[in-house]
């Protein structure tokens, strides 16, 4: 966050002269949408695979002054979405200085501001307060209540002397404090549904209610929520009233593309290590092979989150190896790959009656994604040569404690192996690291052909005849 300027206006007088009017939350981000759209500006940083789908439908919905709840599985993307929100705001905005609810300094709401404004005219102080400050988000939880969200007596201001119906001992909750910004709800079917109902005024009257007072604070909130599908029949719903208030429920849905999977994991990824974009396609393989598998608890998702830890888990068994063999760069082969089904089966659910089998199907949907990798990449190759010098005695092992250049130097030199490098990415000048594992991703697509033959214990793979 920036400092703030020093040539904003500092009173509510020179804030009037300098023709800061009032403008609803709504309309500020209408605005600003609107002006990034026209200039071809991305509104959306960070977010991939959304464009087409859900983008146009959430960008029309805040172009309608909508309020919106993100519908999808765990592990879409939902929550960074609505954090992008805060980007649509004004960078700096004016608040009264000093203001419980942030209210503008032309506009006070509560008893407190009024009094102030009224007494001090032009005079009135006022601060700035930074876009990613109008952004609150709350997880819903069943312990959630309706003090936290809405507000509620604060004991202490009635023992400071206060009556109990004075407006000024309320203690204000989540949502009034959110006043001119943003509020997102993540989970909302969790909430209980005697606190949902404290919502209903917020979303259609903007206002709030707090026990038997009769003080109403006009508020200026966008409400945003996200739930999963799920939520609705099984651990809670969203009531029917406040499902009706909001102005659209957009799907969210995972990466529809291997690249757009390979981008998350590479946006997302805090990899240790050099990880391969082959690898990296693999493990997108591997998770869209795991959203179909018919032994997967589909209701249940497989998060993106998934691919983002199988790439952090393969970078890290290299950075092992790296250390155990002194190589450097420490670089990925598929033989990390190894490390994913052991490490992250507690990810996922499986269907009822494959317990027991759990690393078997990871493993064999492992295996499918990296075959189905190694045909794309190598389309057109002719890996014979390769695969008859293995044949004839030039066993291949690898292994955590096998370097790259051990891979590269058990093999003569073949033609084929520099097209092999060429097909992943890597230049013949590169370091063995990098060579070995296009090598590798060449071998073991040849014998999950079935024309190598692979020997495996708790340490060392060798490919042979």
Do not use: C
Request: without cysteine; proline residues 7%.
């Amino acid at each position: 966050m920036n400092a703030v300027p020093d040539a904003l206006p500092r009173t509510a007088g020179a804030l009037r002269a300098a023709g800061y009017e009032p403008r609803p939350i709504a309309q500020e981000i209408h605005d600003n949408l609107l002006e990034a759209l026209k200039a071809g500006e991305d509104a959306w940083p960070g977010i991939v695979g959304f464009s087409r789908t859900v983008l146009p439908q959430l960008e029309r919905a805040l172009l309608a002054g909508h309020d919106v709840v993100l519908l999808g599985e765990r592990g879409q993307g939902k929550t960074r979405l609505l954090r992008t929100l805060a980007g649509l705001l004004d960078e700096w905005t004016p608040v009264i200085e000093g203001s419980e609810l942030g209210e503008h300094p032309l506009q006070p709401i509560t008893p407190a501001s009024l009094r102030r404004a009224a007494e001090l005219g032009d005079e009135l102080p006022v601060a700035w307060r930074h876009r990613s400050e109008r952004y609150t988000e709350k997880l819903a939880t069943p312990d959630t209540s309706v003090g936290d969200l809405i507000g509620d007596v604060d004991p202490v201001k009635v023992a400071e002397g206060r009556s109990l119906g004075d407006p000024e001992t309320i203690h204000f909750g989540l949502v009034p404090r959110a006043h001119r910004g943003i509020v997102a709800i993540n989970e909302l079917p969790d909430l209980a549904e005697r606190i949902q109902v404290a919502l209903l005024n917020v979303m259609e009257e903007r206002d709030i209610q707090v026990r038997g007072y009769t003080l109403r604070l006009p508020l200026d909130v966008l409400l945003v929520a996200t739930a999963n599908p799920e939520d609705y029949t099984n651990r809670g719903r969203i009531i029917t009233p406040l499902k009706d208030r909001f102005g659209a429920e957009i799907r969210t849905h995972y990466p529809l593309d291997v690249e757009s999977e390979v981008a998350v994991v590479r946006q997302e990824a805090n990899l240790v290590a050099e990880v391969g974009e082959p690898l990296l396609e693999v493990l997108a393989r591997f998770v869209r092979n795991l959203r179909e598998s018919p032994v997967i608890d589909q209701r249940s998702g497989v998060s993106a989150r998934f691919a983002v830890a199988a790439a952090e888990t393969v970078a890290a068994a290299a950075l092992r190896r790296s250390a155990l063999t002194a190589e450097e760069p420490a670089v990925a082969r598929p033989v990390d790959l190894d490390a994913v089904p052991s490490v992250l089966r507690g990810k996922i659910e499986f269907e009822p009656g494959e317990e027991g089998r759990e690393i078997e199907h990871l493993v064999h949907l492992l295996r499918r994604a990296i075959a189905e990798t190694a045909r794309e990449r190598f389309a057109g190759l002719d890996l014979r040569p390769l695969a008859d010098a293995v044949a004839e005695g030039h066993l291949v092992a690898t292994g955590e404690r096998v370097p790259g250049k051990d891979v590269l130097e058990a093999l003569p030199e073949l033609p084929v192996l520099h097209e092999v490098a060429q097909r992943a990415g890597v230049g013949a000048d590169e370091p063995a690291g990098r060579i070995a594992a296009a090598v590798e991703l060449a071998l073991e697509s040849l014998f999950l052909a079935r024309r190598l033959a692979k020997d495996s214990d708790d340490t060392t793979t060798v490919y042979g005849r």
